[in-house]
Nanobody, 114 residues
Framework: QVQFVESGGGLVQPGGSLRLSCAASGFAIWSVPMRWFRQVPGKEREFVAHIANSGVTIYTGSVKGRFTISRDNAKNTVYLQMNSLKPEDTAVYSC????????WGQGTQVTVSS
């Protein structure tokens, strides 16, 4: 059974950093592309970052240069390092394969506020 468990969110001041983790089970993360998404209440889930099987990464424009997606195949975990955080980064962050599976994790709340 495929599962995603996100963690690492919290409250941080503007300019601060957080590292999110996505522990996957039921499949090997190195075998499929993986993505981070975020969602705020009342809006559609938004793509944030992508890591291909090859390790090539892609980011949405608003986070390019600030966020870094990576993976640890031994731990079957995908990470999102977020630096220089802004209030507009506030959202619930989730991970999934690409293309996405219908079963999502609970996500992890990131709040950027002074």
């Amino acid at each position: 059974q495929v599962q995603f468990v996100e963690s690492g969110g919290g409250l941080v001041q503007p300019g601060g950093s957080l590292r999110l983790s996505c522990a996957a089970s039921g499949f090997a993360i190195w075998s499929v592309p993986m993505r981070w998404f975020r969602q705020v209440p009342g809006k559609e889930r938004e793509f944030v970052a992508h890591i291909a099987n090859s390790g090539v990464t892609i980011y949405t424009g608003s986070v390019k240069g600030r966020f870094t997606i990576s993976r640890d195949n031994a731990k079957n975990t995908v990470y999102l390092q977020m630096n220089s955080l802004k209030p507009e980064d506030t959202a619930v962050y989730s991970c999934n394969q690409y293309p996405s599976l219908p079963n999502w994790g609970q996500g992890t709340q990131v709040t950027v506020s002074s």
